[in-house]
């Protein structure tokens, strides 16, 4: 079953289409008998319990009762997404949330049988940062220069460089750890960010600071992801479609909420929780979201190109995986049967509660 | 002039034989108070000196928090730091108990076999040398989130300096009672638990405090890669938080575990080693 | 055939290319029952030749069979009574705890010892450590180690007892009084005592026969008889034969020392 | 009949003592040849049951990949392995010796004071429990990228085993040796010199190969955190990236490392302690 | 006032609340150069009394003095020379090298010693240890440890020499020919010997005094001087006087035993 890029083409230039008007008829009694009929679905959250945008959804829809309106049985559990990918390959986690779509494309190209169903936002969260009074202000700039990154440089921040015209082998990278004030302390000039944390911290301790967007250059990933192991997903598409579903109506409320959010957050956190860089992180990235929606698409769907060119992304900066396809990596067509239009489609309310 | 063996000092022994229990137990007392005292004595210089040093050359927080801020964040939310305290400290001793025993059992097996040591250490020293910290995540996704892969985790980190000391333990035999057993026929196994094991003790001590503290740390890196609780959890969290003061605090947390456990490791072994030199 | 047979031993010992001779072409004959001593220059291989009789050791040349058996056999069945040369005293047990380690390891012994064993608190009064029961090793005198092995292998109720210079620490009072237990035990029980001395009255007094080594190689010299009545009492020590005897075990160790 | 002392084995013996040169290094030859050939056995066996089991059970690669993959990847990028493995290895040894070092002389001066240990210890405790993975990044920030860093996290990483067993072996003398030495009045240091170091050589090769391999491991780990060269660094990457045969390849020469230095120690420890009763 | 003098000594162990007077009040006067033995039942103190005399223990009660000094003061002078009961042989040292122990810690005396001092390899051959020179201490037979530990004492040319039971795991003939190396290095270095031994002959042969001690508490019980001519020759022993002495020494120690 795949979406395909074709579909997704012809919708975008009509959006009020058919091809979702099956959904609107769906059977919400016989769906939700199905639904928990599956038993116990595990997902597992990208970064612990902070207030990523997807991951802060799953919490919400299970503080909610999202997932139970729907019939599922979800276990959401913090972790982190390098585990997550690999948990969901073997199966003992049947939906998972990446941090970027390289992950779930490099777990694809490790044999890990997974797909892609849902991205928050077709923009790229990870940025380059470095002090104002750097002068640094394009990548030719970082010519001489010491980067930092973390556990691996990311594979848009090394086409930035690239498409940029800077002499690789003139910039020094290295690895560093979580403390981004060694932009002050150390020789480091610029490390890799997300854009809805670090910057906000800089802040907070009163540097001035300036990002090196990939997106600016057209460098295009995308943040926010979902994937579903493959066997799970064939075995139940419904389920599959329906987590998204909760998850969307989770970030209706979320947007709506922000503050209720943090505090269901930090419960779930029992206190090993930052108010205040979670509810900036949350702020960024729910308002870098809204203006990167798909034109007439709903919220969280994407197009196979929007993959093929991560895949690219990632060749590019010479990371070896064997080569996937588009295809293999991802499948929008379990968001795409959420929507009516731009419409979630939900359960209507004499249905439940 | 330095004493060597177990004497009176002056007039004390001219008292009764019988009234001796009294005085005993005060300078046992004593004693503990003391073995608190000194080293708590030790941490007040070195955290004063620590505050200094940051109030002289003004460090940044996230560099360096103070003391004073560790722990007036450790007093604060101490609630919020007991169940994690708990978890961890449980993790690190039950992997210390497991990887001890492994340990023993391999070191009795390398320990009466060249050859065995010759096909089994390196692959030990391979267990020993791959990174906690790589392996760490491969164990969550195996063992889940429950406290088996930090168990584990402890285990492995406290197995190796027991094993390698176990074997020197149990090989640095006496000749003479060596032979004197083989006289008694004594089985291997005899020779073992009669011999080789009370022998090795000193061995098998120094081991527990290495192991004890490599346990917390397996414990820890386990717990910063999976779950949400823990020490090694708030560490993390804290850390990217740049919360260094909570950071910190967990620092003092878990060393505040490992000086416990290393110190019971210590009353265990004073328990059992006054026979040997090194308790004098 | 007697009952224990040495035929052609020889021991060497190799250090960095260096050889030592401990033992060399020995011939022994031991009837069971029996007192021998081993007398003889230090170094001259005693202790060895204790050693491989006791199955302790391996020899490279020539046979040795005890009862009929190889050493290791009898070893096996808990036949020797061992008191090294240097006290073997754990340092972790106290001196009470030192004398039943022959128990703790004796469970698989076909043999039934049960009517040879000794008392061990009834033994280590008897040789003068009565209140010493609950020290540890390190807390003794070397006198006083030495006197826990002997108790503990008079304890342990074995036939063969393999005593390596047992009284050299002691002094003369507390020797003759071992030395007295010794003949009790051995007559009543009738074990076989390999035993060796640097004293020759020891010697003499105690023995139905003496041997004696030279050393660089080890080897046996002569052997004596000693031809004293037995049960032997101390006046025996100033008879006319009593002192032939030791003037002539002097004479033959002077000569081939 | 196990010997309880080196004994010529029949026949040779016969011989002259002169022609004793030539069998006696061809059997260091054997001895040599064998001692590489049983680990390698082992380590042979070993990766082809990891093999099978990969195979059976049909496990993917981002799980555990199979050693073939890892091999190959090995041969064929091994130009790329070679500086990262000399990086982490200079490191590591030059933190062992560093950390060793340091140990030595705090086992000397604790073992010479009760009340220093009980000062000291739990400082040293503190440092030990202290996760090298949270303050990797620190030390960065205070050293900056160079070998620095990594070097002292090895340092500290072998630090802990080799003090702690260097106390326990300083003090395990042998009464009367001391006793003798004192009748000479020997100085502390002399003392020190010619009992308590020699007699705490088991104690101290034992420590060294928990040692040396802990100080491989905080080599890597500074290389996590800081920098761009070494097999730690490797191996983060590659863990990002889930590459998971590059991931173990770089586990792969870690332990080749480890073993390579653990079995350094031995050559070393069986030149000092052939008078050891463990050397037999 | 003598060269050694003891006053009222007392030492007590004290053990898990049992106590153990090894010493109690004894009192001692030893003249410079003079050969004084002790001897008395296993476990009576006489090691104790050695050490505290060599400065190597305190005692709780009673002064002690060596040549006007404490003994510590003169351990620090390297005067003593000590053999213990139990040769302290170090065990990664050849034997050679264990008797160039004292040479390497003897830097810092201030005391001339070179005259007294001996050569090392010769003093080795002299008590037949020449071939066994690069050996190391397990690899010797118990007799020859314990000539390594007299030989070292001897090679140090410390003035005062502690001797505990020194030729205890000799035979008698190497115990006479170390018993005249003794006393040649006694009279041609004036040296001072303490000399613990259980040998009632060997006391008489080589003293001035014999102190007799008994145990339980250990203390001095009587005190004989060996007025035997000097320099004594073999054929003493067959002497009346000497065999008195060996009698009535005999019966001190019985006596009091
Ligand atoms: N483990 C060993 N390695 C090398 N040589 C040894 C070993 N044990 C004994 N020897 C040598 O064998 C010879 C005989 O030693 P043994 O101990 O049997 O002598 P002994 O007759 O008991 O002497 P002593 O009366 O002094 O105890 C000695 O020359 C000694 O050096
Ligand atoms: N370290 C110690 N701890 C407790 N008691 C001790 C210690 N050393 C010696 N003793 C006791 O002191 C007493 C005298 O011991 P010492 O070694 O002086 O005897 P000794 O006369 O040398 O005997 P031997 O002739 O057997 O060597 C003994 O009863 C012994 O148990
Ligand atoms: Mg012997
Ligand atoms: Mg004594």
Redesign the pocket.
Known sequence: ACGGGDTAQKSNAQPSTTSTSGTKDINWEERIAKNQSIGEIKTMTSFNYSANIANANAWVADELGYFKELGLNVKVMPGLSADAMKMLAVGQLQMAHAGTAGEIIQSVGNGAEIKGVLAMAPVGLIALMVLEDSGIKSVKDLEGKIIGYKGAMPANISAMLKKGGADLSKIRQVSVGFDPTILKTTEVSAITVFKSNEPYQMEKLGYKVRLLDPQDSGVQTSFGIVGANNEFAAKHPEAVEDYIRALLKAHEWIVQHPDETIKILDKRASGNFNTDIETNRLKVETSLIDPAKVPGKGLGWFSKEQWQSEIDILKDSGISIKPVTADQVANNSYVSKVYDGDKLIWPEQGTKK | MSQSVTETNGGAVLSEGKKRTKPLSESKLKGAASSFLTPLIAFVAFFCLWEMIIRIFKIKMVILPAPSGIFTELLRNFSFYLPHIWTTFTEAISGFFIGALIALIAGILLSQSRLLERVLLPLAVLAHVTPIVAIAPLFIVWFGFGAFPKILLAAISTFFPMMINSIMGFRSIDENNYEYLQSLHASKFEIFIKLRLPNSLPYLFSAARTGMSMGVIGAIVGEMYGGSEGLGNVLTVAANYLQMERMFAAIMLLALIGILLTNAVKVVENRFLHWHSSSK | MSYINVENLSKR?V?RGQL?E?LSEVNLEIEQGSFVSFI?P????????LRIIGGLMGAEEGGITVGSRSPSEMQSDKQFGFVP?SPALFPWRTVLQNMNIPFEVNRKSTTDLSDAKGDPIELLHSVGLGDFMHAYPKELSGGMKQRVGIARAFASGAPILLM??PFSALDEITRELLMHQLMKIWEQHKKTVIF?T?NIQEAVYLSDKVVI?S?RP?RITSEVHIDLPRPRVESVIESPEFYNYVGQLRELLRERW
Request: with cysteine.
């Open positions: 010992f250090r030592t401990a003889g230090s170094g001259c291989g005693k202790s060895t030749l040369q390596d210079e060796v640097h080594m050393s080890g």
